[in-house]
């Protein structure tokens, strides 16, 4: 569980909450600040899926909650009422990594205050092809997309949700996406329409299979040979999410031995760091 950083003060809201966007300082009491849990009214802020979950103490006076963003303005409000111990607050997508800080209200003042920094990170931890692993492919597929597609499990190691956009690959492989590929390249498993999947959301600590739908190990590529004699190679698989500004990629060894497509024996195994 990601816990919070507790900041205990006693702030003045100018102003109404919900017109209010920044909290002025009107002086402070309380424990110092990063001394671990207080007899404060917020006990804890986590995130869950795609919520911000705030948790208050069961015999805390509080009346309402301020959200405020890594920009400094305000991000939500919610009202309290008496009894109740948790609020949670939908993050949405997109939203701004950073520091979020909460705001316990009573009486139109700051009781008690709590922050979180939400960063996600989100990479890939495995690759497996479809022709390799028939089982592990989605249900339905059917024998060109099993000799064609890739599995490819992402995680989030970061503490806020985000998205996968983008599935790309690079490299000697039959078919590397296209420079002006404009869809995702990820098969949409729910539709059943047979299309790109818009994204691919992945919570905290989630782990994900995303498949590929570009067909990058497919026979009808040019880019790679397959004969008697072993044909080694590299490529990378590439994603993009919603939230980071750079991609994230992974690097592999390739081996193609047979006959031609679509029989050929291809193995893979990840480039060491």
């Keep these: 569980m990601i816990h919070t950083d507790r900041h205990l003060h006693r702030r003045t809201v100018l102003g109404s909450i919900a017109g209010s966007t920044v909290l002025p300082l009107a002086g402070c009491t309380g ?21 911000l979950v705030v948790t208050l103490r069961e015999d805390a006076s509080v009346d309402g909650l301020t959200v405020i963003q890594p920009d400094g303005s305000e991000f ?7 009894g109740v111990t948790r609020e949670t607050i939908d993050l949405g997508m997109p939203y701004s990594p950073g520091e979020y800080e909460v705001h316990a209200i009573a009486d139109e003042e700051t009781v008690d205050e709590a922050s979180l920094d939400i960063r996600p990170d989100v990479r890939i931890t495995d690759l497996k092809l479809g022709r390799n692993h028939p089982d592990e492919m989605y249900e339905g597929a059917s024998d060109q997309a099993i000799r064609s597609e890739a599995i490819v499990t992402v995680e989030n190691h970061g503490t806020g949700p985000d998205a996968v956009t983008q599935l790309r690959f690079e490299g000697d492989v039959p078919q590397p996406t296209p420079n002006d590929f404009e869809e995702s390249g990820i098969y949409d498993t729910e539709s059943g329409l047979h299309e790109h999947r818009e994204k691919a959301l992945i919570t905290v600590d989630e782990e994900e299979n995303i498949f590929s739908f570009t067909q990058p190990f497919g026979s009808s590529g040019s880019n790679i040979s397959c004969g008697p004699e072993t044909v080694e190679g590299r490529f990378s698989v590439k994603i ?7 991609s994230h990629r992974k690097s592999y060894n390739v081996e193609y031995t047979g006959e031609g497509f679509p029989s050929c024996n291809v193995r893979i195994s990840e480039v060491e760091p």
């Design 76 to 82: 939500a409000t919610r009202s309290v009422a008496a």
């Design 31 to 51: 424990a110092p600040d990063g001394q671990g849990e207080s007899d404060g009214a917020i006990r804890d802020v986590t995130v869950s899926e795609m919520q």
């Design 240 to 246: 993009l999410t919603e939230l980071s500004k750079d």
